[in-house]
């Protein structure tokens, strides 16, 4: 084929490849296109693969003066193919001159991502511009090392994440009935994914049960504590003091075991009796020297008691505030979390948050956050030297949503909880999938922990930056296709994946409840009556 295409430039990142006929460059009947990987021999051993980045038609004149086209292509070295069949990438130092130019079979390409141990190899995704060729990923290194999956509303990330974990629950270490010993947690804030995982425990707000004791003093100040108040230190102060006491009046254990507990201690108090203990303080009297006169705070803390009150008795906190919340123990609230509960075992635990309202979504997300990287620690503390054999992904679908990159006091502790699980959570076995239309508006901390990326269509500019910003690898052209992306195309890049790829996310199935609505197919059918009883029924639960 030299007579066809031949290297008429060689540069320190680039191959400029003059083709003169392009009809018969090709092979397998496919024809070229920019993203098309090419071979381009220079000795007897092996060859260099680079893929098309652009190409541009040079007009020139034949012998009789006829006017012809040649098309120059510019092609970016990826690696290299030794005579045995592997592929290395970089290498690609290219003898002068190359011998000769040549499509690249499936057969080669394959040969690029076939590098990842058979044992470690995850597979999702296929070539965007072939889909016969698959595109493994190393599973380990894929989970353990935070993921992010982004992109705008309708390139298809909730079908992604659902292609993911489907692949993930349904892979085995040779031949077993039953389940695999996957865990995973998916945060779930528009109830999208219960049709993709039907045998997943699926908690909505009117079974979530989470202990008020168990939150955190952060969590608990962001739930009670309006910051910017005048007398919100005074009200700090009585919180953590009455909290402190309860707890330890209420705790059955050794005496020496009670004189350390401490504010943040996970101990069951009363949380009606703290209550009555503040109203107490707002009207305390004291003695004085010439008889008995207000205490320090009396008629202080009247806010507060308005807030604590109207919190206590909102129904719609109910699963974190109730009376029902009492006697659940830490244990049952774990095995709950992760789907441990005896005969109702699941890879899959889905938390639809939809129900929560969006003042106390970002402790609810913190407080099971945190309660899991706590079950992630100790169950590595108390056998230090092994791993954690029960891993857990927790999945945050809309992540900005919660952990925005914003210094609101009332998003304090959700980005202090999953900022320590991005830092400090590979350790123990608790790893992050963010999920976000929205990558610019995530605390940085948190997504620049992630080593692995599925970039989907973005079409907002500070989101696209954002990504190119942050991603580990220099792509090139590849990042300026973000906004022209196809629906379940994507960017796979980071630690697992061979190279950068441009690819295309295999069909979940079964699908989740993410379909955009067909307004004009709707619109076009005759009128139909709502049920607005019902609707005004379930607004009211």
């Not at 998916?186 to 109830?191: G, K, L, M, S, Y």
């Amino acid at each position: 084929m030299s007579e066809v295409a031949e290297v008429i430039a060689v540069l320190p990142d680039k191959i400029r490849i003059l083709i003169n006929d392009i009809d018969n460059f090709q092979i397998e009947g496919e024809p070229l296109s920019v993203g098309s990987y090419l071979k381009v021999y220079d000795h007897q051993d092996g060859c260099i693969i680079a893929i098309i980045e652009n190409f541009l038609i040079d007009m020139q004149e034949n012998k009789e003066g006829t006017p012809r086209k040649n098309y120059v292509v510019e092609a970016s070295p990826l690696g290299f193919i030794t005579h045995e069949g592997k592929f290395i990438r970089g290498g690609n130092q290219i003898a002068i001159p190359p011998r000769k130019v040549e499509p690249a079979s499936n057969a080669d390409i394959q040969k690029i991502y076939n590098g990842i141990e058979e044992a470690s190899q995850f597979i999702f995704a296929t070539l965007a511009q072939d889909r016969t060729i698959k595109i493994p990923v190393d599973g380990n290194k894929f989970f353990n090392k935070h993921f992010a999956i982004v992109g705008s509303t309708g390139s298809g990330k909730s079908h992604t994440v659902a292609k993911v974990i489907q692949e993930a629950i349904n892979t085995k270490d040779g031949e077993y009935d039953g389940l695999n010993n996957s865990h995973i947690v998916i945060f779930d804030i528009h109830a999208e994914y219960a049709t993709a995982f039907p045998n997943a425990q699926l908690i909505t707000v009117s079974e979530l049960t989470l202990p008020y004791w168990l939150l955190s003093s952060e969590e608990i100040e962001d739930l009670f504590i309006e910051s910017n108040e005048e007398q919100s230190h005074n009200q700090v102060a009585v919180l953590k003091s009455l909290v402190t006491e309860n707890k330890k009046k209420h705790f059955k254990g050794e005496a020496a075991a009670r004189a350390k507990i401490h504010y943040d201690s996970p101990v069951f108090f009363d949380l009606n009796e703290v209550f009555e203990a503040i109203k107490a303080k707002n009207s305390e009297m004291i003695d004085g020297k010439n008889g008995p006169k207000q205490g320090a705070l009396y008629g202080k803390l009247q806010n507060f008691i308005n807030r604590f009150e109207n919190k206590i008795n909102d129904v719609r906190l109910d699963f974190l505030l109730g009376d029902k919340v009492k006697k659940l123990s830490t244990e049952e609230t774990i095995r709950r979390l992760i789907s441990y509960v005896k005969d109702l075992e699941s890879n899959i635990t889905i938390i639809d948050l939809s129900g929560v309202p969006f003042e106390v979504l970002s402790t609810t997300v913190s407080l099971i956050s945190r309660l899991l990287f706590d079950h992630a620690y100790h169950t590595k503390k108390i056998n230090p030297e092994s791993k954690n054999e029960t891993p857990l992904l927790l999945i945050y679908e809309e992540a900005h949503k919660y952990v925005p990159k914003t210094n609101l006091v009332k998003f304090n502790a959700s980005r202090l909880a999953l900022e320590r699980i991005a830092k400090e959570g590979r350790k123990y076995g608790i790893s992050l999938g963010i999920v976000s239309q929205r990558p610019s508006e995530i605390s940085e901390t948190i997504f620049s922990q992630c080593s692995n990326f599925v970039a989907m269509r973005l079409t907002n500019p500070d989101d696209q930056n954002y990504v190119k910003k942050l991603l580990p690898d220099t792509l090139g052209t590849l990042t300026d296709a973000l906004s022209t992306l196809q629906a379940g195309e994507a960017l796979l890049i980071g630690d697992a994946s061979v190279m950068p790829t441009l690819v295309n996310i295999g069909k979940c199935s079964p699908s989740p409840s993410s379909n955009d609505i067909l307004y004009l197919h709707e619109w076009k059918k005759g009128w139909k009556e709502v049920n607005f009883e019902q609707v005004i029924s379930n607004w009211q639960r």
